[in-house]
């Protein structure tokens, strides 16, 4: 459990998607371990899609940036919403609890909650209400690391969709 030999690495050039099916009725919530090394700059993300392969930028339901620059977490999609303090050299939990009865989501890094907003809305109006992918996506920012990634409906143990299989080995070696 959450080790960097063990885990996925996000290096500068990768963008790693797990796909989902069945993911459109209730509530669910997706968890993730996020460890950031001190000393580096640059852009990763924290990407969840409504619909894959994605179009149009209505497709991006939840989008986290991790700016290392700045040392901050925020919501990306939205310029306005406060960011919260990057947290280095120790796993750090990313968590998503998606309502789809009422469209809502709610985005935690640390323990504190990040933003309150529309999955449809996102970072455009016009998405469904549907997860179809998780995107771990750098932007040429050196190597980050991520493990125990977990999709599950809410109060229930953990759920594997026929193809998280096929990424389980990266992200829990």
């Not at 950031?36 to 700059?41: C, D, S």
């Not at 771990?136 to 980050?144: H, K, V, Y």
């Not at 977990?150 to 070696?173: D, M, Y």
Request: hydrophobic share 40%; glycine share 8%.
């Amino acid at each position: 459990r959450r080790s960097i030999p063990h885990s996925a690495e996000i290096r500068p050039t990768s963008d790693i998607v797990q796909q989902f099916v069945g993911v459109s009725a209730g509530q669910w919530v997706m968890s993730a371990w996020c460890y950031v090394p001190a000393g580096i700059a640059g852009d990763q993300y924290f990407i969840l899609l409504n619909t894959y392969p994605a179009g149009p930028n209505n497709n991006w339901s939840t989008e986290v940036m991790f700016d290392m620059t700045l040392n901050v977490v925020k919501d990306y999609d939205d310029p306005n919403s406060p960011t919260l303090p990057l947290v280095r050299n120790q796993w750090t939990e990313v968590r998503v609890e998606i309502d789809f009865a009422t469209d809502q989501q709610r985005v935690f890094y640390n323990g504190a909650l990040l933003t309150q907003e529309s999955w449809t809305g996102g970072s455009a109006p016009g998405g469904a209400l549907r997860l179809q992918a998780l995107d771990l996506f750098s932007n040429g920012a050196p190597s980050i690391y991520w493990d125990d990634c977990v999709l599950q409906r809410a109060g229930t143990t953990a759920v594997e969709p026929a193809s998280w299989g096929q990424i389980k080995a990266t992200f829990n070696r």
